[in-house]
């Protein structure tokens, strides 16, 4: 086998890996090429071959079988992959280096093997053992085909990633940030399908605070961190890509998981995760700073292999400038000077409306309808409590971030989103309360009808 440099151009037939990356989506499966110690050779088709970069790529391991007896005796083998659109084919020359049983290169071939399993129905065949990890020695087109012309792109990624990021660069309310970036995916990017995530650290579940293309906003929506696709991304910091998916009831199982554990002592029901009916493609990209992950953006699309190696690129370029401006509004906030001491609000005429605070898990219901939980829900509980004790409307985030009631974590704990997904649920429930923002980094509590609050274990 060729031991050329990698990235050598001798001709016009070498390549380099970066061009070809599309040919590793898995549309076409690879051929695996192997040989014994005495030279026999061994032909097979391979699951999953996965770019890793310009230097390396992964093979799915499953079977102790031959081709894995001859890669451990020789470590050598020859894999040819093929562009599903224009015909074209490489064979890349290999030298095997190691196997990975966990972290973010094995989750992510695990992810994508799960829906390849999924949709040919192979899912009790298909269980990743490892990630084998070879260096490039070699990358060689294949000749005598005849090409086709590559498709056109679904946009100019290049151009709309820097207009969406100009939009996101002019926001100066997190309200305003959330509302681009869901509108901006769709119409710079042509994403029709978008959820953001966010992370609780403190029960390491995911949160959703905005999405676009749903019929359901799911404002408030939880999954458990390690679930699903947003959840795997999630727990590992990777982005993942999945082109032929039929996983959702793994996102609907964990969505009840949390109340099943708890024996549904609160009677407390779950906001359905917003999300397409029958996913054929979804990509989960986390947003990072100084090496924590604040959340995930989620897409979706009802076509199969949708997104693509650059969509990955240009959509965790969004996600880190997202993760930044978050954290910049987030600290804006949290310097605003305490909101003044006014006089308390007149109470409102009517009927008085139950609000049930259950401790335990800080879920909140109106009546017998579920509106809310975890910090949203202690927060609304809070203001509450200090409006029926002296009338109090006006608050701050500073305010709230040091009050001990909320048992708010020393990390990251993204208040200013949270009071955002709030004032959201609130007015997409049409109560008879509403959280309004009234300046940087203030809000107050407005009631349209009196309130009795019942605090539960």
Known sequence: MSTATHGRRASDSHVRLGEIRRMFEG?????????????????????????????????SFQFFNRSRQNILATRRAAITVDDPYTAAGVRLQLEYLRTESEGPLFERMKAKLAGIASHSGMDKVYHLRGSDVYRVLDVQRLGGRRELAAPKPRCDLPAATRRLSDRLAACGEMGQLLDEAMSGLQQELLIEHAMLLLLDQRSQRLYAVASHGYADSGLGAEMAVGQGVAGIAAREGVALRVGHLTLWQAYSRAI??????????????????????????????????????????????????????????????????????????????????????????????????????????????????????????????????????????????????????????????????????????LAERATPLRIEKSGRGRWRLSLARPLHLEQLD
């Open 256 to 425: 009840r998981q949390r109340a099943e554990d708890q024996g549904l002592d609160s009677g407390a029901e779950e906001i359905p995760m917003p999300g397409l009916a029958e996913p054929r493609s979804q990509m989960a990209v986390p947003l990072r700073l100084q090496g924590q992950v604040l959340g995930v953006l989620l897409l979706e699309s009802e076509q199969d292999q949708h997104f693509s190696y650059d969509d990955e690129d240009a959509v965790s370029v969004i996600a880190n400038q997202l993760a930044l401006a978050m954290s910049l509004l987030q600290s804006s906030a949290a310097e605003a000077p305490p909101a003044p001491r006014a006089a308390p609000a007149a109470a409102p005429d009517g009927e008085p409306v139950l609000l049930r605070h259950y401790a335990h898990d800080d879920s909140i219901f109106l009546g017998s309808d579920y509106l809310i939980k975890g910090v949203a829900g202690a927060i609304l509980a809070l203001l509450v409590q200090d409006w029926l004790a002296d009338g109090r409307a006006e608050f701050s985030n500073r305010e709230l971030r040091l009050d001990p009631r909320l048992r708010l974590p020393d990390v990251v704990d993204n208040l200013e989103a949270r009071l955002l997904l709030l004032q959201r649920r």
């Open 27 to 59: 549309v076409i499966p690879a051929v695996l090429c192997s040989a014994s110690a005495e030279g026999v050779p061994h032909l097979c088709y391979l699951s999953q071959a996965e770019y890793v970069d310009e230097q390396h790529v992964a093979l």
